[in-house]
């Protein structure tokens, strides 16, 4: 019969096997991928990509299909369907069926492949998928195809966080209150003069000019409310863009208000913005070498100087005697 | 005192055939670490625009978000290159990815290593910190990682999202030509240059088109038909590194068709 | 604890004021190693731009510094001057500590120093550095095994291990043997820790095949001095060392005579530089001659390191006399620390852009951290409480014994001398 204290080691033997086994199975599961998920909802995405998830939920597009000025208005109408088509995903007129609520991940990254993450979830910054609710002169597509930015392939995306369906952000991270810092990180050349002239010193910015809302033209008959009006994307001041400040000195008249009514804050952004530096090389260099400690160089001096005197001091004192003996003969004489 | 003698000469006998044996063991099976990168059936490269870099930055930031880099350790870096005909031009830097990779060959571990593709890779877990290669890279590609990068990147999601683990404590790092989504395209039939999903992150992201990525040893892809067209130059090419990225200079005409203010 | 002290140590000997200062700076070496390893090297002054600041300079001097090793060990048991074996002995030892001053160092600068078996198992063979791993990890087994008979003289081992310690005093029997494997390893690795610096085509300033050659003699001459200046302290110290003062002397004066070509190479190694501009090198030598680096270099390096001490060793009235012997050795010593300052400095501090067009040229700074010159005194400290033990303990400063195989050559000096 084993002692107790034997039947104790091999139990507690058993017990580590056991224990770590245990262990080494567990921790290997965590390196299995994740089953692949059904099509569906935002939470199997967010299962993965979290952070998109939670960008998404707080910006515009996650609050599409909950808005409660959205939610009133809509209901107000007789919750037409048409509404849904944008607000909703995958909404399907014949049936009245919308897959999700609100602008969720399907609504861009549609459709998903099979077996995803083997396979890539499509990502098409195209100014169409964008388009397909931002459409027409409402929400500006249409005048941003005439836009230089446009002719040259750039797509919504390079101004635009389509998950928090606000601006991009750059320097330093910090929101932008104002859009017109992002038009510098690019238009960097712009900045050389414009914050010399007198329209920056009055506070007018970029978007006042090149992404006003054009009175008098298509969408000042939109009857929707301010949510389904975008500024003119085209980035092309016209003269109606002036005469919202000038008009009283333009000769043309128009569909304008005094110069100083339209104010400034309406069109957005009250100062001229900082230039947005360029990431130059933030090495801790400097032009000139840090120049010599002269510690050293006094030290050696002064080790020098001692020698130097130890070597004098005999001379030295019997220069001084002498001078002081013939000061006193000088003295002695004259008395 | 013969015996002693005989024993001696065994010794030296035995010891210089066995110190022969083993170096030239060690001689012939060096394949890993050649003096220049060996030809595989792709040779990415990429080749930068300057008439159309802005300087924006926003393939520095799609790198730091795509390989969850610390905000000071860009792995792409963007400065100014002076000014040509009034307009002000940029250089971006991403790692060179040499032919002849000053830093392969100094590093005593074989961390840095070739890929038959032309890219320099980096085993993280192989290294030891000793900082060699930092101070033999002649574009100072290369950033080090003086303490492990805890927290949130602030690139992300905004940028994209994080596709390679964070590097520990202790290992330099560098920019890796985005080798995961060249290697994950072309596992899905995508080709590197033409699909976003199979092209490092800071082309995908630049909004001028300014990047361009692409096989050489493809005749007809965009890098060959463009470095075929157009003047083309490298940095740092006395060195005769043999870098892979090219750069187009800035062409004062065609900045010019820009609109300014 | 202080009463138990006071027992043992009823009176404050130097000896043990000398230890427990050396130990107090191994214990602030310890705290700031231990803080390198757990907060890693951000705490350091090091940056991307300077790499490798005071550990890489301790770790190469420590290794030049111990070359005596070698060359009195080729001179005794290669080259047949078996008089000065005793002193080949005292510099074994010394190599042993500044092998083990090295690795130290070397632990505390690498990044990741619980991977550094790597190094001995994946191999990069193109790589110089891969190079000197090697041969110095192989040359400390030769140190250690040269070291045998001294680590035998351990009173505590012979009589707890004598059939041991009579094995390990056997080894000396191998010392030819072990003297032409260190004499390979040794010029491999002096030579090769200057072509590490000298291969670096992106480094103008250290792009040169000189610096492979500079290293190796800089190292001869610092090596055989802080041997003969380490046993001539030791000897005016405690009466335990004993030296023969007229070895000695020979001694120095071929470490005066090296000198010579190690300054005229020094010198057309800078005054080369000065011809034709090129951006990275001329900056390096500016900041070297006329920049931060000046005084060390000026002073320190060339007029204390090498003209004043080649006066001194090669004049004979100063050099028997046994203060300017020392002072010269000592200066000698001090030079070499500095060339490897300033040689890792100059590289380092000069910053030349990869942007295209003539390539401009920036500065930064250096300067140790705190936690840096902690952890560095700490390894000094190390090295010096291991040589003051050596030579209470273990007899390495002792000219009377001489190993029975050569006591058989005649040693001019009439008898051995209390230094």
């Known amino acids: 019969m084993f002692t107790r204290f034997k039947r104790l080691s091999i139990a507690l033997i058993f017990a580590l096997a056991a224990a770590g086994g245990t262990l080494m199975v567990a921790s290997a599961q965590d390196a299995t991928p994740p089953a692949p998920t059904p099509q569906g909802s935002e939470q199997d995405c967010a299962a993965c990509h979290a952070d998109y998830q939670m960008s998404w939920q707080s910006g515009l597009h996650g609050q599409a299909g909950d808005d409660p000025v959205f939610l009133k208005a809509w209901e107000d109408q007789g919750k037409p369907g048409a509404c849904l088509i944008c607000h909703d995903t995958g909404y399907d007129p014949a049936t009245g069926i919308s897959e999700a609520k609100g602008v969720t991940c399907l609504a861009c990254h549609s459709p998903a492949p099979d077996n995803h993450p083997a396979n890539n979830m499509p990502v098409d910054k195209s100014t169409d998928l964008c388009g397909k609710c931002h459409s027409d002169s409402r929400f500006a597509s249409d005048n941003w195809m005439m836009s230089a930015h446009y002719q040259r392939a750039m797509t919504c995306s390079v101004c635009h966080n389509p998950h928090s369906a606000g601006m991009k952000t750059v320097e330093g991270f910090a929101t932008t209150e104002d859009a017109s810092s992002l038009c510098q990180n690019c238009h960097k050349d712009a900045m050389d003069n414009f914050p010399s002239s007198k329209h920056a010193e009055a506070g007018v910015t970029c978007v006042n000019c090149h992404l006003g809302f054009n009175v008098g033209s298509a969408d000042a008959n939109v009857d929707f409310a301010d949510a389904h009006k975008a500024p003119d994307h085209s980035f092309i001041p016209t003269l109606e863009t002036c005469n919202k400040c000038h008009s009283t000195q333009m000769h043309a008249p128009g569909q304008s208000v005094a110069a100083a009514a339209i104010k400034i804050e309406e069109a957005g952004g009250t100062s001229t913005p900082e230039p947005t530096p360029v990431q130059v090389s933030t090495l801790p260099v400097t032009n000139e070498p840090t120049p010599v400690s002269p510690v050293g160089y006094a030290g050696l001096a002064g080790l020098v100087g001692l020698a130097a005197g130890m070597v004098l001091a005999p001379w030295l004192e019997r220069f001084y005697h002498r001078v002081s003996k013939q000061h006193q003969h000088e003295e002695e004489h004259h008395e | ?261 | 604890m202080i009463a138990k002290l006071r027992a043992k140590f009823p009176t404050t000997t130097p000896w043990i004021t000398w230890l427990g200062a050396l130990g107090l700076l191994l214990a602030i070496g310890l705290t700031c190693g231990i803080l390198i390893f757990w907060r890693g090297l951000a705490i350091t002054n090091l940056t991307d731009l300077v790499p490798w600041g005071l550990w890489i300079t301790i770790d190469l001097s420590s290794i030049a510094l111990s070359a005596g090793a070698f060359s009195l060990c080729a001179a005794v048991y290669l080259a047949g001057l078996k008089r000065y074996e005793p002193v080949a002995r005292t510099a074994t030892f010394i190599g042993l500590i500044g092998y083990s001053m090295a690795m130290l160092s070397l632990m505390l600068d690498i990044g990741r120093p619980d991977r550094f078996w790597h190094a001995l198992v994946y191999w990069n063979t193109h790589s110089l550095l891969w190079e000197v791993t090697m041969c110095v990890c192989l040359y400390l087994i030769v140190l250690v095994l040269e070291a045998m008979p001294i680590l035998a003289k351990l009173e505590w081992l012979r009589k707890r291990f004598p059939k041991i310690t009579a094995k390990m005093e056997h080894v000396h029997h191998y010392a030819p043997y072990l003297a032409i494997a260190g004499l390979c390893l040794s010029m491999l690795h002096q030579s090769s820790l200057g072509a590490v610096y000298g291969v670096l085509k992106a480094r103008p300033f250290w792009y040169k095949p000189e610096m492979a050659a500079l290293f190796m003699f800089s190292a001869l001459v610092g090596g055989i001095s802080l041997t003969i200046f380490a046993s001539m302290l030791s000897a005016r110290l405690t009466p335990k060392a004993r030296v023969n003062d007229t070895l000695l002397e020979r001694v120095a004066h071929f470490v005066g005579w090296a000198l010579v070509p190690y300054l005229y190479i020094r010198t057309w190694d800078w005054l080369a530089m000065t011809y034709t501009y090129q951006p990275g090198r001329s900056e390096g030598l500016d900041v070297m001659t006329k920049g931060p680096l000046s005084f060390n270099f000026w002073i320190v390096e060339i007029l204390f390191g090498a003209i004043v001490p080649m006066i001194l060793l090669l004049k004979q009235g100063t050099r028997q006399n046994r203060f300017w012997r020392m002072a010269a050795l000592a200066m000698v010593v001090g030079g070499v620390i500095a060339y490897r300052w300033d040689i890792n400095l100059g590289g380092f501090l000069v910053v030349v852009s990869y942007l295209p067009g003539e390539a401009t040229v920036a500065y930064t700074s250096y300067f140790p951290s705190l936690v840096e010159i902690g952890a560095g005194l700490g390894v000094i400290a190390f090295g010096l409480m291991a040589f003051s033990l050596g030579v209470r303990y273990l007899k390495v400063v002792d000219h009377r014994y001489v190993a029975q195989e050569h006591e058989t050559v005649k040693s001019e000096a009439p008898e051995t001398v209390l230094a």
């Open chain 2, 1 to 261: 005192m013969s015996d002693a003698n005989f024993s001696r000469r065994d010794f030296i006998k035995l010891t210089a055939v066995g110190a022969a044996a083993v170096a030239g063991t060690r001689l012939v099976k060096e394949a890993r670490a050649s003096s220049s990168s060996p030809a595989g059936e792709h040779q990415w490269a990429m080749v930068i625009d300057q008439s159309k870099c802005t300087g924006c930055n926003y393939c520095t930031l799609a790198c730091q978000a795509h390989n969850d880099t610390a905000p000071e350790n860009q792995w792409n870096v963007v400065s100014e290159a002076g000014e040509v005909g009034g307009h002000k031009t940029y250089i971006a830097r991403p790692c060179m990815q040499c032919a002849k990779a000053p830093c392969v060959e100094v590093c005593m571990v074989g961390a840095s290593y070739y890929r038959d593709d032309g890219i320099v890779m980096m085993d993280y877990d192989k290294c030891i910190g000793c900082r060699y290669c930092e101070a033999a890279c002649p574009y100072q590609a290369r950033v080090f990682n003086w303490e492990k990068f805890e927290g949130k990147n602030p690139a992300v999601p905004e940028w994209g999202s994080p596709e390679v683990e964070r590097r520990p404590r202790g290992v330099p790092e560098k920019c890796s030509f985005c080798y995961h989504r060249i290697d994950r395209g072309l596992e899905l039939g995508l080709i590197p240059g033409v699909d976003a999903d199979a092209t490092p992150a800071c082309v995908g992201a630049c909004p001028t088109g300014a990047r361009m990525f692409g096989d050489l040893n493809d005749k007809n892809s965009l890098v060959s038909l463009v470095l075929k067209e157009h003047a083309s130059y490298r940095l740092r090419d006395d060195l005769a590194t043999g870098p892979r990225v090219y750069y187009l200079p800035a062409d004062p005409k065609e900045m010019d068709t820009e609109v300014k203010s």
